[in-house]
């Protein structure tokens, strides 16, 4: 049998476990104070939490008291805090550098970038902006902006809407079902963006969306792929369906390879499954084909990152659009 893609039943027990975001940890503190009946100082407050595998804020994704949205307002490191100055799709309102931070030519260009934009800088101690970030190696950088806008399904299935420098091709769209690690997000949006997708689904509820995790890994990324935020992944895809779009499934258990694809000349939406459980049944049955990463060694997995990256790529090939001249 063929096999790739994020593996049903269970995956491998880092990146693509679904616990935790490459180069993120848990809260910075353990928020249990001093044990009732001893002495001693009281703890400082502990820092905001740290981005974790679905959550916002360190709360499960779905819950009622989950923020909503796809988010983007905090965004942090040089990449994509330049990425987000350069694209001015979203009001930027303020920009936070460390006072002790090296120059360097990317950050001598978004020092100019937020002075161009008017933009207010603030240079803070290490320890400030270490005290606001939310990913463990925010670079000296960390920006404050408005969230990113939801676009609707309907908009990116047209080509309404699509993803900066994209082309006038037919749309190429990504769609994840239940991802939970935002490191794996944000790498598959970056990998996204460089083969050329047109625009992102994602699903409301038991999915991260985008946090300060995933914006540093997608590095940039987020600024140039609209992206549609749906109530429920299967109704989505006969939604698109509707409108043209052919749905492609990612699953280790499909029979069918992904390099015997053919995708040139149509709507595509590639639907990526949740790291360790693959697609869900109801999204399964909903795709009208369902295709492997074929596998030669010894390993009959990848974590989902790496599989969305090969199936992008793999999309753009058949569409030439990754070609050399």
């Known amino acids: 049998m063929s096999r790739g893609g994020p593996k049903r039943g269970g995956g491998p027990r880092r990146g693509g476990s679904g616990r935790g975001a490459p180069g993120g940890r848990g809260p910075g503190g353990s928020g249990r104070g001093t044990p009732k009946g001893r002495g001693g100082p009281s703890r400082p407050p502990a820092r905001p ?8 804020e360190g709360r499960p994704a779905g819950t009622g008291s989950a923020r909503r949205g796809l988010g983007g307002e905090q965004v942090e ?54 005290g606001a970030a939310r990913t463990d190696a925010p670079q000296g950088v960390v920006a404050h902006a408005d969230p990113l806008v939801e676009h609707d399904v309907d908009d990116l299935a047209t080509g309404a809407v699509r993803a900066t420098a994209s082309g006038d091709g037919p749309p190429f769209l990504l769609a994840l079902d239940g991802l939970t690690d935002p490191g794996n997000l944000g790498a598959v949006l970056r990998s996204a963006s460089a083969a050329g997708v047109t625009g992102v689904v994602l699903p409301r509820h038991r999915a991260v969306h985008v946090t300060p995790t995933v914006a540093k890994a997608a590095a ?61 049944r109801l ?9 492997s990463i ?24 058949h569409r030439g659009a990754t070609a050399p001249d």
């Open 49 to 56: 939490p740290r981005d974790r595998a679905g959550t916002d």
């Open 220 to 280: 940039g990324a987020i600024e140039h792929l609209p992206m549609a935020v749906v109530g429920g992944l299967p109704a989505a895809l006969a939604r698109l369906r509707d409108q043209g779009v052919w749905s492609v499934g990612l699953d280790a258990d499909a029979h069918r390879s992904l390099w015997d694809l053919e995708a040139a000349d149509v709507p595509l939406v590639l639907v990526l499954g949740a790291e360790g459980s693959g697609l869900s």
């Open 294 to 317: 074929p596998m030669a060694g010894p390993l009959d997995s990848l974590n989902a990152a790496t599989a969305g990256a090969l199936a992008c790529f793999e999309v753009a090939r």
């Open 77 to 130: 490191g040089r990449q994509a805090v330049r990425e987000l100055l350069l694209a001015g799709s979203r009001r930027v309102r303020e920009v936070l550098v460390a006072a002790d931070l090296d120059r360097s030519p990317i950050v001598d260009e978004i020092l100019q970038l937020a002075e161009d934009d008017r933009v207010p800088v603030h240079r803070v101690t290490r320890a400030r902006l270490d």
């Open 283 to 291: 999204v399964r049955q909903r795709c009208d084909q369902v295709v």
